[in-house]
């Protein structure tokens, strides 16, 4: 049982909420989420069950989209709508204002992450400090956002539609818009999209997933470790050298070949030519690759190394 879920993470629940009640599903403890939505939040959180969680690394890392719900005119010491209320003001500013002012977040900036964050510093959780009343002073953190896209202004309340880089946060993105218009707001709402390849439309609930177990028909939600990284390209190990592939050491590539595209519905990977130091002679190679026993099994991921002309083992995922 190895592979990622796209959960669809319902209101009410943390994420180790599902993961919790995951486990209880699956009758195994060997699961992981990939990124922390809160518990007001809705939307795709993708989890890893099995030798899948080491891909949690990598799924994190990915960029995101959201929608949300700006709510101007409230500032909340939590700068979402479940916060103590800060202040109120009337909101006297624009369409326009708020499209300009918008769209100067496009492009790449910087965040203070909020005081109710997972953030640590020296060591213990900024939540945990703001609980305790405290407020300590934090570093900013370079973000990008590629598109703010506005879906409806209906004042006090703007929808935006906003892909983003990771460690983004969406509330403070709230707050800091509020602040520019000088009116102040929170978030009111936030629904994530998509996480990496992971898409809305394709998620599922807790519950519908335990329909789906209690038919045996789990299988049908669980997607391969592999799919997360089909635009590497899909290789062989040649027969005779399985020893070195098992033993982590690095690869030749004359080990390896690639596979057929009917071995591996979705094999991607940029090809280069290499001449070496001294021949015109050009070979063949991939930058990056996803490496499977003679059998077809996944096995790892593999980057290649120039000066060594052979492939290094970046992370492996056969076994447990």
Known sequence: MNGILNIYKERGFTSHDVVAKLRGILKMKKIGHTGTLDPDACGVLPVCVGTATKVCGFLSGENKTYETTLLLGRETDTQDISGRCLREQPVEVSEEQIRQVVASFVGDGWQIPPMYSAVKIDGKRLYKLAREGKIVER??????????????IERPRVRLRVSCSKGTYIRTLC???????????????L???QSGPYRIEDSITL???ETLVEAGRLQEALQPPDALFTSWAAC?????????????????REWVRRSPEDDFPATGGQAFAFAGNRAPVTKLFYIKMRLYTCE?????L??????SDCYRLEKMFYGG
């Open 139 to 152: 570093d900013p953190r370079q973000v990008c956002f590629y598109d703010i896209d506005i879906l409806s």
């Open 175 to 189: 707050h800091d818009i509020g602040q520019a218009l000088g009116c102040g707001g929170c978030m009111e709402a």
């Open 191 to 193: 629904l994530r999209t």
């Open 207 to 209: 519950s519908h997933l």
């Open 236 to 252: 062989r190990i040649q027969p005779g050298y399985e020893k070195y592939m098992y033993n982590g050491n690095p690869l030749k």
């Open 296 to 300: 077809g099994l996944f096995f790892g």
């Open 302 to 307: 593999y980057m290649y190394e120039p000066l």
